[in-house]
């Protein structure tokens, strides 16, 4: 009996030991240049890297011989653990709902993502709107509830989009399901560029109350409060540079567009997402300091999308933009190490900036590359183990760590497909025993 | 027609009581034997006759009497008078004149209560959903036991909401109390079941209204039925059946309708403001308007909140606390799981378990993917009730558009054959629910004081076999309604949109 | 001895300043049906290949492609796509598959072929030099929802050419089925919907789907037998006998001469399919099936060949494995099951070699991912004997590349269709050229 116990209590070690060692392996900083060495996990975070290191009492050691190690992937657009809609495509403006409201920690894409080495999601409010909700960024602690899921101090984020996807609800011809009395506005470019600049006028006005509020406060004087509208408020946190715009565009007059009427409102866009035609305005975008995610190689699926080339990301960055490669799929997230690859055949990045744009890029637009991003001292020892090079399309990943814990390790998961699987039979065969005999066979004539 | 017998009532009791007096004061005063011998059991009987149906005093003896706020009385009397139970105990004299029911053999239980329910609201009744619902077509997750229509507003469908300042699906202003309707023919089939009280809320859209508390008698007046007539506002997080989609205004996503109820609240707090403000001091003070959604949220003393799975549990309890509300969760379709109990251990709060439960599709494809989740929540979901017992976690159950008798019954006796004890049950339906309205002082249990709502059955309530033999609703008896034909009644309510 | 020598050299004069002709030099030579050989030469005259071999002696005239440190592969061939067909998904003016009408065996996809649709374009400069394209995209139905039971006829062509008929490899290599299907859509990790009693997916009872499906698979077997009917009269020379154009496109089927194409997601489905095939007596090919489970030794026993769809796709159901899709391949080559990979999805044809790498990643040995997308479809579509494989005789379908075409870092740098060096430009790389030059 005591033996087992041991056994248990030793299985379970790996996954709550403090102090982690992880050797021979060729690791990938990302920032700090790759070498052969080991990486120390302390209290969740990466404490040495080295070819040498100090081990610390106590160590678990994993042996990564022959094995690479890089960064967990940060996907910086995605709508995966989401419950309910991503869209609230019944007004053209939705700032005052928040994906934070309806985070779903049980989505099993979660776990898949961590298969596929990604640690870190930017979850978005979908594009069915000029102005959509309030976004955040998420951790893929699998296991945890919605709040254990929460990037701690991660900026939060409100979704914009331009382009075809926002103006479809009001185009009575073409929309999908839009008739003339349920058009919504806009239906043209023209009216999304309108409402965006109606609601930050709007929010414009609620922040001059509010600041008035704040101004009597302070001279102490007690006026009524204004009434908090839950839409202007997150806009001024926009305009007070306090929320990070990240906007979907296509094309190069949508993306410009969008660049000026930030600058009318005195913001900066964030990041602008899928951005396909960017490679046309990346000067202009480069001044702006936005960062632009995009794909590697989606093109032609709607016409917007006709002059996408997979060199995109090649060219901006060129240009002097901090360029992400993103998913915005939950398939697609699954193998972003290989996007970063097709950023080394179009357009002839080095391994080391193609892999960024999964990593420290994406990291820097979101503002945690203090947190995460690369394997440098003092980071979150977030990192993922693949048993070939990361950016060859033959590797697989091995074990993935979120804050030096062992969220994925896929010896573990192939180990325990039977017992899953005898346990899901047991279940449905409980269930047909105490089921009637249902008529008709199954085999067809 | 429960009405018809009641035309003796109140007429009786001068007479009666005069009569008692004067037979015997003539015994007193030495009339012969032979008078008492004729006389006395004619007028005895002219007053049994009068008092049969509604007796203002009456007396169970020799009967089991759970009174589940005490032990269990073996063969005990329980005493009512003017709709009150007077007195409850073994070897209890029955007072003079008492309509006496001999309880050999039976058991008296106090009247259950479902403690959400639409029953006394007819166009809340749920339809019996076509065939085909599947899992797809649903936007939101949280299907709540909402009915599928909301015929009050199909007559004029309003324009689709541009936002909050439209109150979309918002009545929170009406009570339950108000829209009662005492034909509602799903009383007599609920009180049939042994149900003697239903907590009835307008369960309709996003801020349904107010529940009230309902004895379920037949009464000429609704307001004859109303025991409480506020106790809490009905929120949902769908609309129950419909999917959304651009044109069907907002909100029609899940962060839609949480968005919407966090304005709701954040107006109610400003609105209060400045009225008290304006209370304070209106001169010189532009005049706020009136707005009756504001002020039915901020009457609720308390809120019902969605949540079947435990995310939606969690999600939902995080919810009330920030918007300051007492809140009680419904569904609670997850709360097998252990995760659950730790949450709602954590926060303290009261839930209501649906008892319809979950079961495994008809006639289904045998190689169509079912879920391990699914799997599991068909299998243990009727487990929860124990699972919360032993922890310690207040709950009660609740119908979820269960309402014919056999199926009401069948419910319970799945919960007591996965681990409820059965005296679990039974104050699950009873005092349970009374503490968790916060009336546990007048019902829910049987003591003297109580209002006497109590179910007579002979065997164990919740058995197979057992029959109710009779229910009293504020001290009056009624007889069950008699079954139907085996297997008539039950198609309606197991189809699957009884509960959405 | 002299005489092939003679030949050779008089082509070789005839062909010589002509740009299908052509020597390709000291190049690694993978020709997949059988051992590559290191700095190897390959003689390409008149748009076939001549000679392979270690010293080719450069004939007059003809032009040399230097191959010092590069790699010469057959040209990849996807057996799944819509090439020429679609544009741009969203707008349906661009789009020509998926016709109305429930038997439309008659259909061509050849001929409504666009050459000159950008997708050719950037699918033969990333090395992809043949297609089967497909008159349909095999949801079950044709426009409007309605049920479509025969599609039209698949068309083996390659992704360069003046016009369809330059490009046609075969312009019936296939006539596609959309086989009545029982499967409800796999689960995709959302949301848990538990709710209601009533379960997930599935619309109606299965009793009612396994009426509706039977009645279907009646249906399709009524039309083959009238056209069994057609071709008994056709051949009995029957007077009167009017010609039908449907039934003439099933008459290569009957015969046992085109294969059907047939999309069958799951082993009970594939069963019902390889039994309807032997009823009719007809060959088949199994195309994206999601499962084989069960399937694969009667798939094997009868040599069924398979056409496995998207290696990177989700898992079927909530429960499944993760590495599902991605071990399915290997799953096939372990059966003995011979199969082919396709894209199905235009813009991602390019990225055929890619979906062949996963799989190799997940246990499919390498050289049988290379088949797969090589000599297997030539062979499963008819054509084994010109394309597929760097052999005397085929044609000459060629990638010159870095490294292995499997992996996405390598740079294809010369592509070959029928002996026709083709441009490596592209609309896409015009792009990048100018936006990366603007000032």
């Known amino acids: 009996m005591r033996k087992s116990w041991i056994v248990a209590l030793a299985a379970l070690a790996p996954l709550y030991a403090e102090n982690i060692v992880i050797q021979n392996a060729t690791i990938l900083t990302v920032t700090k240049g790759t070498l052969q060495g080991s990486v120390v996990i302390k209290d969740g975070k990466i404490a040495e890297i080295g070819e040498k290191v100090m081990m610390p009492q106590n160590s678990t050691i994993v042996d990564a011989g022959g094995q690479y190690i890089i960064p967990g992937i940060i996907d910086c657009h995605s709508h995966i653990a989401v419950d309910g809609s991503v869209n609230e495509g019944s007004v053209s403006v939705s700032s005052m709902v928040n994906i934070k409201d309806v985070i779903n920690p049980e989505d099993i894409s979660i776990y898949r993502a961590l298969a596929g080495g990604v640690t870190t999601a930017n979850i978005l409010h979908g594009s069915a709107n000029p102005i959509g909700g309030q976004t955040l960024v998420l951790k893929m602690r699998w296991g945890k509830d919605a709040q254990g899921l929460i990037f701690e101090g991660a900026v939060p984020g409100i979704k914009f989009a331009l382009g075809e996807n926002p103006k479809r609800p009001g185009n009575p011809q073409g929309g999908r399901g839009a008739t003339p009395t349920t058009a919504r506005y806009p239906a043209t470019r023209m009216g999304v560029e309108d409402t965006i600049r109606e609601a930050l006028n709007e929010a414009k006005a609620y922040k001059a109350e509010w600041d008035e509020y704040g101004a009597k406060t302070a001279r102490g004087e007690h006026p009524i409060p204004p009434r908090k509208d839950l839409k202007l408020e997150s806009l001024k946190e926009v305009l007070e540079g306090k929320r990070y715009v990240h906007a979907h565009c296509y094309r190069e007059d949508e993306i410009l567009m969008l660049l000026r009427v930030a600058d009318d409102y005195g913001f900066k866009i964030r990041t602008l997402q899928h951005v396909l035609e960017g490679y046309k305005v990346a000067q202009e975008i480069a001044a702006s300091g936005t960062g632009a995610s995009t794909f590697s190689d989606w093109w032609a699926f709607k016409i917007e999308a006709f002059d996408a080339i997979p060199y995109n990301a090649a060219v901006m960055q060129k240009k002097g933009i901090v360029v992400s490669l993103n998913s915005d799929d939950e398939e697609l997230m699954r193998h972003l190490n290989t996007e970063a690859a097709k950023a080394m055949k179009y357009g002839g990045l080095s391994e080391t900036d193609a892999l960024a744009m999964v990593t420290i890029n994406p990291a820097r637009q979101l503002g945690i590359d203090s947190r995460v991003g690369s394997l440098e001292a003092g980071k979150d020892a977030d990192l993922v183990i693949y048993d070939k090079d990361p950016l060859s399309d033959f590797a697989k990943v091995q074990k993935v760590w979120i804050d030096g814990h062992l969220y994925f390790d896929r010896e573990t998961d192939v180990n325990g497909r039977p017992a899953k699987a005898l346990e899901k039979q047991k279940l449905i065969d409980k269930e047909k025993q105490s089921q009637p005999k249902s008529a008709g066979g199954r085999r067809p004539a | ?500 | 001895m002299r005489l092939p020598g003679i030949l050779i050299g008089c082509a070789l004069a005839a062909g010589a300043a002509s740009n299908n002709t052509v020597l390709i030099r000291g190049a690694d030579v993978y020709p997949v049906t059988s051992e590559p050989v290191n700095g190897a030469s390959i003689l390409v005259v008149d748009g076939k290949i001549a000679d392979i071999g270690a010293k080719i002696a450069a004939p007059k005239g003809v032009r040399v492609v230097d191959g010092k440190g590069l790699r010469v592969y057959p040209g990849m061939i996807d057996s799944g796509t819509q090439l020429g067909l679609s544009e741009i998904p969203s707008i349906r003016e661009t789009v020509d598959t998926g016709e109305l009408g429930e038997f439309m065996p008659q259909l061509r996809a050849l001929a409504s072929v666009n050459p000159d649709s950008e997708h050719f374009t950037v699918a033969r400069i990333a090395g992809i030099t043949s297609v089967m394209t497909f008159p349909a995209t095999g949801g079950g139905g044709g426009r409007a929802g309605a049920r479509q039971y025969i599609s039209g006829q698949a068309a083996l062509i390659h992704t360069s050419g003046w016009t369809w008929e330059d490009m046609a490899i075969s312009g019936q290599a296939a006539v596609f089925v959309q086989f009545p299907s029982l499967e409800t859509p796999g689960g995709r990790g959302g949301a848990e919907n538990i709710a209601g009693p009533a379960g997930e997916g599935g619309t109606g009872t299965f009793t009612q789907m396994m009426r509706t499906y039977r009645e279907e698979v009646a249906k399709l077997a009524d039309f083959f037998d009238e056209a069994r009917r057609y071709q008994k009269a056709k051949a009995a020379n029957l007077p009167g006998l009017v010609r039908d154009l449907k039934y003439e496109a099933m008459l290569p089927v009957l015969d046992g001469k085109v294969p059907l194409a047939i999309a069958a997601a799951t082993p009970r489905l594939i069963h019902d399919v390889i039994q309807f095939a032997e009823t009719q007596n007809v060959k088949i090919v199994i195309v994206q099936p999601r499962e084989l489970g069960s399937a694969s030794t009667e798939l094997k026993a009868k040599n069924i060949p398979v056409i496995l769809g998207r290696v990177l796709a989700l898992p079927r159901g909530q429960d499944d494995p993760y590495d599902q899709a991605f071990t399915l391949p290997a799953e096939a080559y372990k059966a003995g099951i011979k199969f082919a990979f396709g894209t199905f999805e235009n813009q991602f044809v390019r990225n055929l070699p890619y979906q062949a790498a996963t799989a190799v990643a997940f246990g499919l040995p390498e050289d049988e991912a290379l088949k797969a997308i090589t000599i297997n479809p030539a062979q499963i579509w008819g054509a084994g004997d010109q394309l597929g494989s760097i052999e005397k005789g085929k044609s000459a379908d060629l990638l010159m590349t870095t490294g292995d075409p499997l992996e996405i870092q390598t740079q294809v740098k010369h592509v070959f269709i029928r002996g026709q060096e083709i441009e490596l430009s592209s609309k896409q790389t015009r792009l990048y050229d100018r936006y990366l030059n603007r000032q």
């Open chain 2, 1 to 500: 027609m429960a009405g018809s017998r009641n035309f003796l009532f109140g007429s009786n009791r001068p007479f009666f009581g005069g009569v008692f007096g004067a037979a015997f004061a003539v015994r007193r005063k030495g009339v012969t034997v032979f008078f008492m011998r004729k006389l006395v059991p004619a007028l005895l009987l002219l007053c049994a006759w009068a008092i049969a149906e509604n007796p203002r005093t009456l007396a169970i003896r020799n009967a089991k009497i759970v009174t589940v706020s005490g032990p269990v009385l073996g063969k005990g009397t329980v005493v009512v008078r003017n709709g009150l139970i007077e007195a409850v105990g073994e070897n209890l004299a029955v007072p003079a004149g008492a309509w006496t029911i001999d309880g050999e053999g039976m058991t008296v239980y106090p009247g259950l209560i479902d403690s959400l329910s639409t029953v006394g609201i007819p166009s809340l009744a749920v339809a019996p959903a076509p065939a085909g619902r599947g899992g797809r077509g649903q936007s939101t997750p949280t299907q709540t036991p909402t009915p599928a229509t909301t015929p009050a507003t199909a007559a004029t469908p309003a324009p689709p909401a541009k936002g909050p300042e439209d109150r979309p699906a918002t009545t929170s202003w009406v009570l339950a109390a108000d829209e009662i309707d005492p034909s509602d023919h799903r009383i007599e089939s609920v009180r049939s079941a042994g149900f003697t009280t239903t907590v009835t809320f307008p369960a309709r859209g996003i801020f349904g209204g107010q529940g009230s508390i309902i004895d379920l008698a037949s009464a000429e007046h609704a307001g004859e039925m109303v025991v409480v007539p506020a106790v809490g506002q009905y929120l949902a997080v769908s609309r129950g059946g419909g999917f959304g989609g651009f044109g069907a205004g907002f909100p029609n996503s899940l962060m839609g309708y949480i968005a919407y109820i966090r304005q709701i609240y954040l107006d109610a707090e400003h609105y209060r403001l400045v009225q008290e403000a304006y209370a304070h001091s209106p001169r010189g003070m532009e005049r706020p308007p009136y707005d009756r959604a504001l002020e039915g949220v901020i009457e609720s003393k308390r809120i019902l909140l969605p949540a079947n799975r435990v995310v939606e549990m969690d999600r939902m309890l995080r919810f009330a606390a920030e918007l300051k509300q007492p809140a009680i969760l419904y569904g609670m379709r997850e709360a097998y799981r252990a995760e659950a109990a730790l949450l709602l251990k954590k926060y303290g709060s009261p839930v209501l378990v649906s008892m319809h439960w979950n079961e495994a599709p008809r006639d289904p494809d045998p190689e169509a993917d079912r879920t391990m989740r699914s799997l599991e929540n068909i299998d243990q979901g009727p487990a929860a009730p124990a699972l919360l017992q032993n922890a310690g976690v207040p709950f009660a159950l609740y119908s979820d558009g269960l309402d014919q008798p056999r199926d009401l019954q069948r419910a319970v006796k799945k919960a007591i054959d996965a681990g409820l004890a059965r005296p679990d049950a039974i104050r699950a339906l009873t005092l349970s629910p009374a503490e968790i309205y916060g009336v546990a002082d007048r019902m829910g249990s049987i003591e003297v004081g109580k209002i006497a709502n109590l179910v007579v059955t002979k065997g164990d309530l919740f058995d197979d076999h057992t029959q109710i033999q009779m229910i009293f609703v504020d001290g009056k008896q009624y007889k069950p309604a008699p079954e139907p034909p085996a297997g008539g009644g039950r198609g309606a309510t197991e189809e699957p949109g009884a509960s959405q």
